[in-house]
């Protein structure tokens, strides 16, 4: 067989294809972001609102880490954790780097999102002094998972 011929060109460059398709669709599989349900969705892209009291981590109180619900990414530690009374889980510090802020759209308050994937959590207020921290990350139950403490973190999801 002739190494340079036409024909093995095209079989080589035929299955480097294949060998990127394959790994493309491996990304794809086990690198995508977690599903979202409908209310997952609304609230964490649509930057809705869940109703106030109702969240699963509203009243709870675990040691462990709360992860992003879409991508993983660890963003409160259980011990930031505090009881606000505002309906809504409250944590009085992120991990460094993991919560980004902007300005709402209604011009008052400051939205927060994973750092990672954008995903909406909730509001930041300052100055309120319910903790030494004086901040309350006002965040939706269906934004965040926990994961007990003595299980090991999920990986973090990129796309
Ligand atoms: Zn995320």
Redo the contacts with the bound molecule.
């Keep these: 067989m002739d190494l340079n011929s036409e024909e093995f060109l095209g079989k080589r460059i035929l299955s480097i294809l294949v060998i990127e398709l394959i790994s493309s669709l491996r990304y794809i599989l086990f690198m995508a972001y977690n599903e979202l349900d409908s209310e997952e969705k609304s609230v964490i892209v649509g930057k809705g609102t869940e109703m106030p009291f109702t969240g699963e981590y509203d009243s709870f109180y675990k040691d462990g880490t709360y992860v992003?619900r879409?991508?993983n990414?660890p963003l409160f530690p259980s011990k930031a954790k505090f009881e606000a009374g505002c309906g809504w889980p409250s944590f009085d510090e992120n991990f460094p780097n993991a919560v980004k802020r902007l300005p709402d759209p209604d011009g008052q308050r400051i939205e927060i999102e994973?750092a990672?994937?954008g995903?909406h959590l909730g509001h930041v207020f300052e100055g309120e002094k319910f903790t030494d921290k004086d901040t309350r990350h006002c965040v939706n139950s269906v934004s965040i998972r926990f994961i007990p403490k003595e299980e090991k973190l999920p990986k973090i999801l990129n796309k």
């Design positions: 992003c879409r991508c990414n994973c990672h994937c995903a």
